[in-house]
């Protein structure tokens, strides 16, 4: 690359560093904390395997349209009732959430609890209602 155009075009540059350094992070972050990721393919295969849903998004987000036979525990109470999955230990579990954010928080606990096999679903109910996916109230 030439040195010129990095001078000229140095905030270009340290955008493109920067969204690489995020998506490569984002990536890696994601294999060392043993979680994967679930796109809407992958969750629905989860779904229809019988894997474990598990909602952890807050009481009226939930009411307002769910996965069907989603399980409901909020993150926030999710510590104090994580013995309420312990029957899934070794069931695939798919979480979701909103967006993804909360979920993936989740995971990470559920993993730390010992649970072996935990998605994340990627772009939560957002992505789930986009692909025209089944909704619940």
Request: with cysteine; glycine share 8%.
């Amino acid at each position: 690359m030439d040195m010129q155009f990095l001078q000229d075009n140095w905030m270009l540059a340290s955008l493109a560093l920067a969204s690489g350094v995020m998506l490569t992070w984002s990536f890696i972050g994601s294999k060392l904390s043993g979680v994967e990721q679930a796109d809407t393919l992958k969750a629905t295969r989860l779904y229809n395997d019988d894997a474990l849903v598990l909602d952890v998004r807050e009481d009226k987000e939930f009411a307002a349209g769910h996965i069907p036979k989603a399980k409901h525990i909020p993150l926030g109470q999710l510590d104090k009732r994580i013995n309420e999955l312990d029957k899934f230990k070794g069931k695939p579990i798919l979480v979701t959430c909103r967006s993804g954010q909360r979920s993936a928080r989740a995971c990470g606990m559920l993993k730390k609890a010992g649970f072996e096999t935990v998605y994340n679903q990627a772009g939560g109910i957002i992505a789930w209602e986009r692909a025209n996916l089944p909704v619940t109230k």
